[in-house]
């Protein structure tokens, strides 16, 4: 069973607009949400976290949305840049957990000049 | 960027035969992670390393064995080749596992093809 769920395979976007991607989770032991960027033939990046006693956390032009009730978390990315076309995942583990990450499909942004 | 190699970068194999992936680390960092990477299931974990010596299972370590004799190297071994276990191959290390503080850093990859 998918424990995190990205629904959207994709997503396009104009240039300047905002970019929002969606994760949804099922496992209430989760605490912990981390988003990863990955370019082809790279390995993921690193791109934002957010613990479970916050509900927003924000660096540059990314920010993460927690809503906890309904066990989903967002990334808004604005203004949009050509340079953020690749695959996003988002990321989820349990205080406890060595650390291990549970992962979901990923979504494919494309940001259109 | 976090000193991470991978090797080796590409490899065909054939089925039924062993392969040894090698993840090597300058960060002097404890723990070290195995993933795969295919199409509709994002990033699974295979196994996974505490410390030197001391290795647990992933969620989809069926197929595969792993060994850390020093704490710069983790080796990713597939016993027999399967076609299903053609995927790209993700390592990565952690240094602190601790609330508030679980971000890893990820290698370059090894794409892995099996015929």
């Known amino acids: 069973d998918q424990q995190v769920k990205q629904n959207s395979p994709s997503l396009s976007v104009q240039e300047g607009r905002i970019s929002i991607l969606n994760c949804d989770y099922t496992n209430s032991m989760f605490d912990y949400f981390l988003w990863y960027k990955k370019y082809p033939a790279e390995g993921p990046t690193f791109l934002i976290s957010i613990s479970s006693i916050k509900d927003k956390n924000e660096d540059g032009r990314f920010t993460v949305f927690l809503n906890k009730s309904a066990k989903h978390l967002s990334l808004h990315i604005v203004p949009s840049q050509p340079g953020d076309s690749a695959v996003y995942f988002c990321a989820a583990t349990a205080a406890g957990n060595t650390g291990k990450l549970i992962f979901g499909q990923g979504t494919t942004l494309q940001v259109k000049p | 960027d976090a000193g991470i190699t991978q090797s080796p970068r590409h490899k065909v194999t054939e089925t039924g035969t062993p392969v040894t992936l090698r993840c090597h680390q300058t960060e002097n960092h404890r723990y070290m992670y195995w993933y795969r990477q295919d199409p509709g299931h994002g990033l699974r974990l295979i196994h996974y390393s505490y410390g030197v010596k001391d290795t647990d299972k992933g969620e989809v370590s069926d197929g595969y064995s792993v060994s850390r004799s020093k704490t710069e190297d983790f080796l990713l071994t597939l016993e027999s080749a399967t076609s299903s276990q053609t995927s790209v191959y993700f390592c990565?290390?952690?240094?602190?596992?601790?609330?508030?503080?679980?971000?890893?850093?990820f290698g370059p990859g090894t794409r892995l093809t099996v015929t």
């Open positions: 990565a290390i952690s240094g602190v596992v601790r609330a508030g503080s679980y971000e890893q850093y």
